[in-house]
């Protein structure tokens, strides 16, 4: 879903999304956290894998994201671990293509970092139940934001609104409900076995 | 805790065992003068939502199709000529497909049979008539093509899999990239001291 293949967006779209991502990618690397480096290396590696493992779904096909996760997880350090694996993606698996690059940054990673900035703040004060809530928002928001993205790119390219809009509802929905469950079991696993690798070094040993 | 953050990676690797890879998938043949194809989704599903449109060379629009049940589709085509096959799903997925001229040409005997005059006769009573020659050209042609044919997908299906080396090697690729990154900051700050 999220992949959006060469050949489908407008020459508009593709050159916003590559100068979108560029910004925001020279932002997240001023503020790049380099305590986060292991995790992110960790989480893109399980990006990178887990869209390998697509289920048929209705008129669609999914797979896990995972950029909420790692939104919440990184903060702005998502935006670079997204970028490296959807390259890697796109070099072995041949997921998505080269022009659409940018866009496809772009829909992975707003989410990402809209995860982080409203989710992360709330990770400190957050009991056991507290830390799974937060990664089930996480999950959730991730994917169906990133489906409303998709959507947007492919009806901004002229792109008729209504198929897009019906596959989102039948194939993202579920998706999001299963991404939640298991960002959310993710993150309070992590947080009971080793707190410091989702609040930050220093929080777990405080 | 430092154990378990070792593992986890390995954990990871294990659980995401590579299965297929992702989005839409489209084959076509030419059978004669007419073009049989196939839509599927990465991982077996058939793609029955996808909208299949053929194009000629020049990206001129000749039929929009709808793949049945099975997800097939077939196309009365109308000349020897470059087809492209374009199967999409609503949101985003895409595949491309080319069947080319010389592909559909043994369905069209009256082009092929010109072919056939201009090269003269081989040796042999029965061959020497051109219209029969061509004929017999045009069945062995499409007798080959529906041998051929389930090898293709075979070899196709098998190339749009990512085998356990891409997922390795991609990776390998990412923890390199953090190593060195982690290696670079620890000399930098090494320095400083």
């Known amino acids: 879903m999220a ?31 380099y305590g986060h480096l292991p995790h992110a290396a960790v989480l893109s590696a399980a990006f990178f ?25 990184l903060g702005w350090t998502a935006v670079p671990a997204l970028l490296v694996a959807l390259c890697l993606q796109l070099v072995f698996f041949g997921h998505g293509g080269l022009a659409a690059l940018g866009v496809n940054t772009l829909n992975m990673a ?33 994917v169906l934001l990133t489906g409303l993205l998709v959507v947007l790119s492919l009806v901004l390219s002229d ?48 | 805790m430092p154990s378990l953050r070792r593992s986890l990676p390995l954990v990871l690797t294990l659980v995401a065992t590579p299965v297929f890879a992702h989005g839409i998938q489209v084959f076509a043949f030419a059978d004669g003068d007419r073009i049989e194809g196939s839509a599927h989704f990465a991982g077996g599903g058939v793609a029955r939502g ?6 000629d060379a020049q990206g001129g629009l000749l039929a929009e199709l709808e793949p049945d049940a099975e997800g097939v589709f077939s196309y009365q085509t109308r000349a020897p000529v470059d087809h492209l096959i374009v199967a999409e799903t609503g949101d985003g997925h895409r595949a491309e497909w ?54 293709r997908e075979e070899l196709l299906a098998a190339r749009g899999r ?5 997922v390795l090697g991609g990776i390998g690729y990412l923890f390199g990239l953090a190593g060195v990154l982690m290696w670079w900051r620890a000399r930098g700050s090494r320095d400083l001291k």
């Open chain 2, 162 to 166: 990512a085998s356990l080396r891409d």
């Open chain 1, 3 to 33: 992949h959006v293949p060469d050949g489908v967006l407008s020459t508009p779209v593709l050159v916003g999304g590559a100068l979108g991502s560029l910004a925001l990618l020279t932002l997240s690397l001023r503020r790049l956290d």
């Open chain 2, 50 to 55: 996808a909208r299949i449109r053929v194009l």
């Open chain 1, 49 to 73: 894998v887990s869209s390998l493992i697509s289920v048929p779904l209705g008129p669609s096909s999914v797979h896990l994201l995972l950029n909420g996760l790692m939104g919440v997880m």
């Open chain 2, 98 to 151: 080319r069947v080319s001229a010389a592909e559909l040409g043994p369905g069209f005997p009256e082009a092929a049979a010109e072919g056939a005059v201009s090269e003269g006769c081989v040796a042999g009573r029965s061959f020497a008539d051109p219209s029969a020659r061509s004929e017999l050209t045009a069945l062995i042609e499409q007798a080959v093509a529906r041998q051929v044919r389930p090898l």
């Open chain 1, 110 to 142: 707003i989410p990402a970092l809209l995860c982080g900035l409203a989710l992360r703040p709330r990770l400190a004060r957050a009991g056991p139940g507290g830390m799974f809530r937060i990664g089930a928002a996480a999950g959730g928001i991730g």
């Open chain 1, 159 to 206: 792109r008729a609104f209504l198929p897009a809009a019906q596959v989102l509802a039948v194939s993202v929905l579920p998706l999001a409900l299963v991404e939640a469950l298991i960002t959310g079991t993710v993150l309070s696993f992590l947080a009971r076995v080793d707190p410091g690798s989702v609040l930050g070094e220093g929080a777990g040993r405080a």
